[in-house]
Structure formats: structure tokens, C-alpha cells
């Protein structure tokens, strides 16, 4: 029935290596080939994985630097989403962590959000931003940024109600929806994992005579709510490696902080190579670095945090924030360790977190998981049931719209 509407797929902005919302982006395309991709900014360079939609964009791209600088231009991000001409589409599908949400629709149009998150900075992640980006704790900046923050809020808080249907991406997500914008939403619609793919790359390169793993594992963009210093911070201390994959902002600061924290340590003997940081790899690689890890460490709180269920489909277990969405499909002491730190992390308690992290690291490394088990775990949220379960929440959103106006 869908596939014979004209549809739109709406994303807050494309300008960023593969992630996690580039997954639920690309299966959709998957579903509905025939979608064009909607944003503020494109820089084809970075997203390369957005060569597959014909993809179209705000004023803002004509604006010099916008696509690689959004954060600048966060206060004319509204305007942006709603001048997006959208009238010839029936159907409009926001994935969203911040302004996508409010485009602008008619009602003969009907408008499902797939909510991956609140905007962080404007609520739960407010302090910790303004408190880590440098520019924004300059005397004359400071106030000025949270003017806008103020404004930006009060828009958020108009253009949350413009979806006819809001499905968050995790509990944890549907909680921080009643939480700041006191809306109930509809039932969650987990992420998916690319079970095939990688499955697929595991029969070509399987695992023989597995010695003890010999590093850690993060697979994560390189921003301050993903909390990647804990992870370097407990290695160094326990002495293991780390190998970190992706990218981000804070790739430059992450790196020289692993190296002075091993200097620190060791002045003579530093041994660089205990943090490894790999922008980019392939499928084939990231496949071949969860099937030899001792485990994926995650001690930020993700709106979900699909690499939790790919090492899991990799026999890998996971130390994983407990307020994390993808905690919720593993069972503490099962599929997973759960960090218990709370939810608003103070940068004075840091040392704390570390402390639980190595903690975590030393139960882990004494417990046998049931390799099995795990990976079974992960098969249950393969794309297929992913698209099947939005697909069937879409056509019954569309049916009972139009029906009612009929």
C-alpha cells in the first residue's frame, strides 16, 4: 500500500561518517527505495552513505562552512527545517535527535517521527555542553549561547507536536519524552542490526583456535556524551589496550589525553600503542575486531547503541551505561555488565566512574558468558524485523488518519 506514496525520509543533517541513525536511515531506504532524503546540510564527502537517496537540503547549505560547522548555526537550524518544501509528499518520516521533527506538514499528510532522542543539548546534556566546548564558556559567549538555548527550547517545545505519531527508538527514550515534553508516544521500534552482512563476513573469516582476547573495544563517534576518556582512563589504569573506532569532534582532545595520561604513567617506557584509534574501517575489519576483542566497552548513555547487539552477534559481551537504550535487550551478567553510575554525570565524580568501569573490566574478564546465548540475543533484532515491525506501524498510522478524515 505505501509503496505507492510519494514519500519523505527527514534527517537533522548529513555530514557525518557512518553511525548508528545512518543504519536506521539506510534500512529504510531499504523499505521504501523510492524516498528522497530531506535534510539541512549535506556534505557528501563525510556521508558518503547517503549516495544511495537523491538527497535534498535547506538554505543553509548555500551558507559557506554550514555543512561542515552546523553547530554554529544551530539557531537558524527551526527556520531551516521549515522552509523545506514537502507538499508533494503524502507521507513524511523524521529521524530525529534535534529539529527534523518540526517540518512543516498539511493534513492531508501524515507525519511519523521516529524519535532516536530529545535534543541532549537543550535538556538532559545541557550543563555538560556548555561546561566541555571550550567556546562556549568564554565570558562574552556563555550568555549569549544560552539565549539561544532558551529560544531553541521554547521551538523544540511547538515542534514536538507537530508529528501525527512519535515511536522512540528505546524505553529510555520513551521516558525522556514524557519526562520534557509530558506526551505518552506509541510503542518502541528497537533499531536494526545488519545480522546478514555480518554474518555473511563471519563465514568468510571464521574464527579458529580464538587465543585470549587482548584488547578492549570501543565502536562510537568521538562526542563528550559518549564518555570515550572513561574507557581510555580505565585501560591505562589496568594496563590492557584499547583499540577505538570512529570519529568525531573530539578526536584530537581523546588522543592527546591518551597520551599524556601514558606519559604520566610511564615517562621512559609509554607505550603509544595501548590506544589505538582507527577512524574508519569496513565491515570486514570492524567484523574481524569484535571476534577478537575481550569485550565492547559503551560508558556513555546511548539513545540505543546498535554496536551493543553487533558484539553480541560476534559471541562479544558488552559493559554498557544501565541507562543506555540497548541495556534493555541485555540481561545484566548475560549478554552484558551494566554500569550503574547515574544517569547526570558529574565531571567532579569522574574518577568514580572510572573506578566502577575498571571494576566492571575485572568481573568481566573472570566470567564465562554462554557464547551462544549472545549471539542468539542479537539475531532476535536482525533489519528484517526492524522493517517489518515499522512498515506494519506506519500503514496502520496511515489508515486510521485517513480513514478518520474520510
Known amino acids: 500500500?505505501?509503496?505507492?506514496?510519494?514519500?519523505?525520509?527527514?534527517?537533522?543533517?548529513?555530514?557525518?561518517?557512518?553511525?548508528?541513525?545512518?543504519?536506521?536511515?539506510?534500512?529504510?531506504?531499504?523499505?521504501?527505495?523510492?524516498?528522497?532524503?530531506?535534510?539541512?546540510?549535506?556534505?557528501?564527502?563525510?556521508?558518503?552513505?547517503?549516495?544511495?537517496?537523491?538527497?535534498?537540503?535547506?538554505?543553509?547549505?548555500?551558507?559557506?562552512?554550514?555543512?561542515?560547522?552546523?553547530?554554529?548555526?544551530?539557531?537558524?537550524?527551526?527556520?531551516?527545517?521549515?522552509s523545506?518544501?514537502?507538499?508533494?509528499?503524502?507521507?513524511?518520516?523524521?529521524?530525529?535527535?534535534?529539529?527534523?521533527?518540526g517540518v512543516i506538514t498539511r493534513s492531508d499528510q501524515l507525519h511519523f517521527s521516529y524519535l532516536l532522542t530529545p535534543p541532549r543539548y537543550l535538556y538532559h546534556y545541557q550543563e555538560n555542553y556548555l561546561q566541555k566546548s571550550n567556546l562556549l564558556r568564554w565570558p562574552i559567549i556563555k550568555p549569549l549561547a544560552k539565549k539561544a538555548l532558551n529560544y531553541l527550547k521554547k521551538w523544540d517545545h511547538l515542534a514536538?507536536?507537530?508529528?501525527?505519531?512519535?515511536?522512540?527508538?528505546?524505553?529510555?527514550?520513551?521516558?525522556?519524552?514524557?519526562?520534557?515534553?509530558?506526551?505518552?508516544?506509541?510503542?518502541?521500534?528497537?533499531?536494526?542490526?545488519?545480522?546478514?552482512?555480518?554474518?555473511?563476513?563471519?563465514?568468510?573469516?571464521?574464527v579458529k583456535n580464538k587465543e585470549q582476547p587482548?584488547?578492549?573495544?570501543?565502536?562510537?563517534?568521538?562526542?563528550?556524551?559518549?564518555n570515550i576518556d572513561l574507557a581510555i582512563k580505565a585501560c591505562i589504569k589496568l594496563d590492557r589496550q584499547l583499540i577505538i573506532v570512529g570519529d568525531g569532534p573530539d578526536y584530537k582532545q581523546l588522543k592527546k589525553l591518551s597520551q599524556q595520561l601514558l606519559l604520566e604513567k610511564n615517562k621512559k617506557t609509554a607505550n603509544f600503542k595501548q590506544i589505538i584509534f582507527q577512524k574508519r574501517v569496513s565491515n570486514a575489519q570492524l567484523s574481524q575486531l569484535y571476534a577478537h576483542a575481550q569485550a565492547l566497552l559503551?560508558?556513555?548513555?546511548d539513545d540505543f547503541g546498535i554496536v551493543a547487539l553487533e558484539a553480541n552477534l560476534h559471541a562479544l559481551p558488552v559493559i554498557i551505561h544501565q541507562h543506555s537504550g540497548a541495556s534493555e535487550l541485555l540481561v545484566d551478567g548475560e549478554h552484558a555488565l551494566h554500569l550503574n553510575y547515574p544517569?547526570?554525570?558529574?565531571?567532579?565524580?569522574?574518577?568514580?566512574?572510572?573506578?566502577?568501569?575498571?571494576?566492571?573490566m575485572q568481573i568481566l574478564e573472570a566470567t564465562d558468558f554462554d557464547l551462544e546465548i549472545l549471539t542468539k540475543n542479537a539475531i532476535k533484532y536482525d533489519t528484517s524485523h526492524f522493517l517489518r515491525r515499522f512498515n506494519r506501524q506506519l500503514e496502520t498510522a496511515y489508515r486510521k488518519k485517513f480513514d478518520e478524515q474520510q
Open 160 to 206: 514536538i507536536h507537530r508529528p501525527d505519531l512519535i515511536v522512540p527508538i528505546s524505553q529510555s527514550v520513551a521516558r525522556r519524552i514524557h519526562k520534557y515534553y509530558h506526551l505518552d508516544n506509541q510503542p518502541v521500534i528497537y533499531p536494526p542490526v545488519d545480522v546478514k552482512t555480518f554474518q555473511s563476513l563471519m563465514a568468510k573469516n571464521p
Open 298 to 301: 559503551m560508558p556513555g548513555i
Open 1 to 82: 500500500m505505501l509503496n505507492s506514496q510519494k514519500i519523505a525520509i527527514v534527517y537533522d543533517r548529513v555530514n557525518t561518517s557512518f553511525g548508528g541513525a545512518e543504519k536506521v536511515l539506510l534500512a529504510l531506504h531499504q523499505l521504501y527505495p523510492q524516498a528522497d532524503l530531506f535534510t539541512s546540510v549535506y556534505h557528501s564527502r563525510k556521508a558518503q552513505w547517503a549516495e544511495v537517496f537523491t538527497v535534498k537540503t535547506s538554505f543553509l547549505q548555500k551558507i559557506p562552512c554550514a555543512k561542515r560547522w552546523h553547530r554554529l548555526f544551530a539557531v537558524f537550524m527551526p527556520l531551516a527545517f521549515e
Open 214 to 226: 587482548s584488547y578492549y573495544l570501543v565502536v562510537s563517534r568521538l562526542v563528550p556524551y559518549k
Open 343 to 360: 544517569e547526570i554525570m558529574r565531571e567532579e565524580q569522574s574518577e568514580q566512574y572510572v573506578a566502577e568501569l575498571c571494576q566492571k
Open 84 to 101: 523545506l518544501d514537502l507538499r508533494e509528499y503524502q507521507i513524511i518520516i523524521s529521524v530525529s535527535s534535534a529539529e527534523a521533527k
